[in-house]
C-alpha cells in the first residue's frame, strides 16, 4: 500500500528524517509526505510520531497502487 500524508506547515529536512520510510515534499503551506506502508499497524506507528513530535495531518489517503 502506498500513502500520502500532508502535514501542516513547512517540515525541516531534519525533522523528515523522522520519517526514513517516507519521500517528502514542500506544497502551499504543507508538507506532502508519501510512499509505502507495511500494514495497519505501520500507519498507526507512523501517526504517532506526527502527534508525539507535534505535528498536525491535514489529510491522509491511500493512493491507487
Avoid: N, W
Amino acid at each position: 500500500m502506498r500513502y500520502e500524508i500532508r502535514v501542516a506547515g513547512q517540515m525541516s529536512e531534519t525533522l523528515a528524517k523522522v520519517f526514513p520510510e517516507l519521500e517528502h515534499v514542500v506544497m502551499a503551506g504543507q508538507t506532502v509526505l508519501f510512499g509505502p506502508v507495511t500494514d495497519e499497524a505501520h500507519l498507526y506507528g507512523l501517526l504517532t510520531r506526527f502527534r508525539s513530535l507535534g505535528l498536525r495531518v491535514v489529510e491522509m489517503r491511500r493512493l491507487p497502487e
